[in-house]
């Protein structure tokens, strides 16, 4: 089992963008899904977007459809989060995921890697 570090977190206003990056290391496979999530304080952990291996399939939650995009690049091990018009409701520490199980996308405990997590902060 590999590791994953994000960057990219940090604060904008209201409107602004943001990228995460998420580095995968020491895997001796290329991991089926990679996915990001976000946890804001008080509240569970939520599936953002996850994309496939070979980028073949990416999958969104509504609210932030055709404001984030996720990409992947396997040359380089990273998958990104490109996040534009961003809200308050955004902030929240975001967290890559990677190697999905029998579950579904956003389903956190189907996850068998995390990094440790980057904070986005939007402010109005």
């Known amino acids: 089992q590999g590791q994953l570090v994000e960057s990219g977190g940090g604060s904008v206003q209201a409107g602004g963008s943001l990228r995460l990056s998420c580095v995968a290391s020491?895997?001796?496979?290329?991991?089926?899904?990679m996915a990001w999530f976000r946890q804001a304080p008080g509240k569970e952990r939520e599936g953002v977007a996850a994309?496939?291996?070979?980028?073949?399939?990416?999958y969104y939650a509504d609210s932030v459809k055709g404001r984030f995009t996720i990409s992947r690049d396997s040359a380089k091990n990273t998958v990104y989060l490109q996040m534009n018009s961003l809200k308050p409701e955004d902030t929240a520490t975001y967290y890559c995921?990677?190697?999905?199980?029998?579950?579904?996308?956003?389903?956190?405990?189907?996850?068998?890697?995390w990094g440790q997590g980057t904070q986005v902060t939007v402010s109005s």
């Open positions: 995921a990677a190697d999905l199980g029998r579950g579904s996308w956003n389903q956190a405990h189907e996850y068998n890697s």
């Open positions: 020491g895997y001796t496979y290329r991991p089926n899904y």
């Open positions: 994309i496939s291996a070979g980028s073949i399939y990416t």
